[in-house]
């Protein structure tokens, strides 16, 4: 009797526990990178696009200055070759030539980000599963095991300043005007390769006031398969 009331109490609990459920793949926020230059007529219409979606939850908003345009007049105070060479990526993969103002979602798809209007199609049209999750602390951040490409997949982490920073341009083609620059990046660093097995990456806390982002992304370019803030 035991024994059979035993199984009548195991099969009860299956039928309310109810039919297994699978979670679907996180929906990993998409991020949006500004290709922009202080000495570009063109750009202050992206920056102030991209300030108006820097606050969405689903969006990491990036502003990255290139170098190419400083011999208009005036030297572009954030830009660093390091930033002008990850758009030189991209334009590769993208198949064509780096320009200002661009912005490139998910590391997917680009436009020419000067209306809030163009980067929101650009958001939509990048959002899709994360091939990974990040777990990232001030510290360190891990990054869990998952779908890599077969080449493996570069670990970014990028440090910007959450706040509007104006800059008053006084040569080139903004002369006389001050440019509000929102999340501008500060600087960009390679942790490392993440292959598809569960890897933890440690870095330095940042400098005060800024924050920071861990992105998966695959080599030379290619698309972003997880981002964290920090």
């Not at 219409?45 to 990255?64: C, E, G, H, K, W």
């Not at 899709?128 to 777990?135: F, L, Y």
Request: charged share 15%; glycine share 8%.
């Amino acid at each position: 009797m035991r024994t059979a009331s035993l199984i009548l109490a195991a099969a009860a609990a299956l039928t309310f526990a109810g039919p297994a459920v699978c979670a679907p793949p996180p929906v990993q926020p998409v991020v949006v990178e500004l290709f922009t230059s202080q000495g570009c007529s063109s750009c202050p219409p992206a920056d102030a696009a991209l300030a108006q979606v820097a606050d969405r939850a689903d969006v990491i908003a990036l502003s990255f200055g290139v170098t190419y345009w400083d011999q208009l007049g005036w030297k572009d105070t954030f830009a660093r070759p390091e930033f002008t060479a990850r758009q030189k990526a991209y334009a590769r993969r993208l198949g064509s030539a780096p320009y200002t103002p661009q912005v490139i979602a998910g590391g997917r798809n680009d436009s020419v980000g000067n209306s809030r209007a163009r980067i929101e199609a650009l958001i939509a049209k990048s959002r899709g599963p994360a091939a990974t999750a990040i777990s990232a602390t001030a510290a360190s951040a891990t990054v869990k095991a998952g779908v890599a490409p077969r080449a493996g997949a570069d670990v970014w982490l990028v440090r910007y300043d959450p706040h509007t920073v104006r800059v008053p341009v006084k040569a080139g083609e903004n002369t006389g005007k001050t440019l509000p620059i929102r999340n501008v990046v500060r600087s960009l660093t390679r942790l490392g390769t993440w292959g598809g097995g569960e890897a933890t990456f440690r870095y330095p806390a940042p400098a005060a006031g800024l924050d920071s982002v861990v992105i998966v992304q695959s080599r030379d370019g290619g698309p972003i398969l997880a981002a964290a803030r920090v």
